[in-house]
């Protein structure tokens, strides 16, 4: 039946070549729209990590919730001890102090409300691949008292690197201090609402602004981001649940899982019309193809062949087609996809990002 089904599809060899090419070309442009979509979800999921969240942050249980009114009530007990422990976890490469402020930031001129980070500068820039510096350098150990600047705050107080400033904020104590510091430069990521209030600073000179050795979380950079739910697990199991929260990059990222969501169902649509254009091309086709063969069904009847079998040689004749078709599709989408991949076309940001 196989063989005398084969032979049938390449009978009329205008039309098979037709519905193939219907078939290939509609998988072609699954597997290529698919690509484009899923390279959107990649690079958004490692600018999301790369450029301000990690792969894991912990911090004490309640800082995400309640902690916000009171942050230093809620900072890490022996940041030290537990970083250390943290360090030896399989697939970790970095555990990065970070303490978090809010203040405001003087030009001399104008005060400008900003969330301030205090960090390790050189394991922030291994992190941080995805972070542009728009002018100036990255922040180094050697900066004592540098500040950089998110692209927004340096627009607003026309800030440029090397320019002085002054940070004012509230200490744990309720009272106020300040501290003089120095732009070194100006970075870009890939959340506009991000920059437009955030400065980094160097770990020691936060804690020196709040009088406090405290941080507020660890974030864990890992080797790869498929292991980010292992690492999750195994940490759950091990760190007391009542003292610390374990959150992963995809929990604190709202933006990337709206955006997902949003491309999930715009790619639903497009996958929804483009199969129905194939059906309707292929059924067409088929269906003209029976018609024309109805003289060699009634001989094929007569000759004592019972109608299941001509179904079942009908069947398996769409069923070659189908897997002829798939075959080529799938080799001329990958044929493509290597050929766009080598030429290189950059894909816009997701809106509002």
């Not at 180094?140 to 600047?149: F, K, M, Q, W």
Request: glycine share 10%; aromatic share 6%.
């Amino acid at each position: 039946m196989w063989r005398l089904a084969l032979r049938n599809v390449f009978r009329q060899r205008a039309r098979t070549l037709l519905t193939l090419g219907a078939i290939a070309a509609g998988i072609a442009g699954l597997i290529l729209s698919g690509g484009f979509v899923e390279d959107i979800y990649v690079q958004l999921r490692e600018a999301t990590i790369h450029s301000r969240l990690g792969h894991i942050q912990i911090s004490k249980a309640g800082y995400s919730t309640v902690g916000r009114r009171a942050p230093f009530q809620y900072v890490l007990p022996e940041p030290e001890a537990l970083a250390k422990r943290l360090a030896a976890v399989p697939g970790v490469l970095d555990v990065l102090p970070r303490l978090e402020l809010t203040g405001l930031l003087s030009n001399g001129k104008a005060n400008y409300t900003i969330v301030g980070e205090g960090v390790d500068p050189e394991k922030e820039a291994r992190l941080g691949s995805y972070v542009s510096i728009v002018a100036g350098r990255q922040l180094t150990a050697a900066d004592s008292y540098g500040i950089l600047l998110g692209r927004g705050v340096a627009q607003a107080l026309r800030l440029s690197p090397g320019d002085p400033v002054t940070i004012l904020l509230n200490t744990p104590d309720g009272s106020l201090n300040s501290l003089e510091m120095t732009v070194v430069g100006v970075f870009g990521t890939y959340a506009k609402d991000f920059d437009d209030r955030a400065v980094r600073m160097p770990l020691a000179a936060a804690q020196e602004l709040v009088a406090t050795p405290a941080v507020h979380t660890l974030v864990l950079s890992l080797g790869r981001t498929k292991d980010t739910r292992s690492v999750a697990r195994r940490l759950g199991r091990e760190l007391p649940r009542e003292a610390v929260e374990i959150r992963t990059w995809d929990e604190l990222a709202d933006f990337y899982r709206k955006t997902v969501a949003l491309y999930d169902r715009q790619f639903g649509v497009l996958q929804l019309i483009t199969l129905c254009m194939v059906l309707l091309t292929v059924a067409n086709s088929v269906s003209m193809t029976i018609w024309e063969r109805t003289g060699e069904v009634g001989t094929l009847m007569a000759l004592g062949d019972a109608p299941r079998v001509v179904r079942r040689l009908i069947l398996a004749e769409n069923v070659l087609l189908a897997g002829i078709g798939g075959l080529l599709g799938v080799g001329l989408g990958i044929v493509m996809a290597l050929v766009i991949s080598k030429i290189g076309i950059p894909m816009p940001a997701p809106p509002n990002a």
